[in-house]
């Protein structure tokens, strides 16, 4: 019986040494659901507050930066009312980011920069507590880097498109879209984003 009490006491030991050991190396990253139902929706929700409601008049591409949510107009048709160029920079200190947008309206090009620290990734926690279920699931996609970038920190923005309100990724190396009447191609460094715009309407 003695010999008994002592297996089963070893036993317990090492069961317990493994279950520490576990607890140690094995970190658990959190997973974030949506919380917020559709119609409060940022993106596509019926509220005040929704880009969908605030840009349904709007065309054209831009950006939407996921931390601060501001959206910035990259290019639309409208554009082609007016023939001046244009520069326009945004410097946002709290969020660690910069914005540098060149439009040439003679050729209908728009050149953007967008310059952010290693800090700045999106807040998924915010992110899931203001979008449903299908939109948080875009910008997870959209913010998704591929392949081997270890040394790349996720960048908080992504691409919009008016009115339909679609996302799409900025985060690699090269990418290249078609976009109704818009050609975009977008270069992503480590810390940088450059993108171009061209208005290309079907002749």
């Known amino acids: ?42 993106i596509c929700g019926n509220g005040k507050n929704s880009l969908k409601r605030i840009y349904k008049n709007c065309t054209g591409v831009g950006i939407l930066c996921l931390n601060d949510w501001r959206v910035v107009q990259i290019q639309s048709s409208e554009d082609t009312l007016t023939s001046s160029n244009n520069t326009s920079y945004i410097w946002d200190a709290k969020n660690a980011y910069s914005i540098k947008l060149h439009q040439i309206q003679t050729r209908k090009i728009s050149l953007m920069q967008y310059t952010s620290s290693k800090n700045n990734t999106p807040n998924m926690k915010k992110l899931s507590s203001i979008l449903c279920h299908k939109c948080l699931k875009n910008v997870k996609e959209a913010v998704h880097i591929y392949g081997k970038h270890e040394d790349r920190a996720v960048k908080a923005v992504c691409m919009i498109a008016f009115p339909s309100m679609k996302l799409y990724g900025l985060q690699q190396s090269f990418q290249y879209y078609f976009i109704g009447d818009y050609y975009v191609q977008a270069c992503c460094k480590n810390d940088e984003i450059n993108l171009t715009v061209f208005l290309t309407p079907e002749t």
């Open 1 to 42: 019986m003695k010999k008994y009490g002592i297996y089963l006491g070893m036993a317990a030991m090492i069961c317990l040494s493994f279950m520490t050991i576990g607890c140690e190396n094995y970190e658990k990253k959190p997973s974030y659901i949506s919380r917020a139902p559709q119609k409060e929706c940022r």
